[in-house]
Nanobody, 122 residues
Framework: QVQLVESGGGLVQAGGSLRLSCAAS????????MGWFRQAPGKEREFVGT????????YYAGSVKGRFTISRDNAKNTVYLQMSSLKPEDTAVYYC???????????????WGQGTQVTVSS
């Protein structure tokens, strides 16, 4: 089983930056793909990006590529989502998740964090 704890959400102005953290624990998390998703009010949950624990390989949605960066700290068992050049449309609850069988679809992720609110003002 994998357990995930998110932190780092908050209120920022458009153009600003914010870093989210996802601390992972469990027996097999190091072999998983870690994903970031977000969900705005009235919207479907949206894929943001992923990182593979073992290799550090990353994959991003086109809407955030070039602005968001996913990284990991193996010693701290933590994955980060660094967000820059934030836009009001980035406002959402952000979730981290763990999967051992996919990277893009939410149903492929078996474990989820509680979510953290990111609000970007204009």
């Amino acid at each position: 089983q994998v357990q995930l704890v998110e932190s780092g959400g908050g209120l920022v102005q458009a153009g600003g930056s914010l870093r989210l953290s996802c601390a992972a624990s469990g027996r097999t998390f190091s072999t998983y793909t870690m994903g970031w998703f977000r969900q705005a009010p009235g919207k479907e949950r949206e894929f943001v990006g992923t990182i593979t624990w073992s290799t550090g390989s990353t994959y991003y949605a086109g809407s955030v590529k070039g602005r968001f960066t996913i990284s990991r700290d193996n010693a701290k068992n933590t994955v980060y989502l660094q967000m820059s050049s934030l836009k009001p449309e980035d406002t959402a609850v952000y979730y981290c998740a763990a999967s051992n069988r996919g990277i893009y679809y939410a149903y492929e992720y078996a474990y989820w964090g509680q979510g953290t609110q990111v609000t970007v003002s204009s």
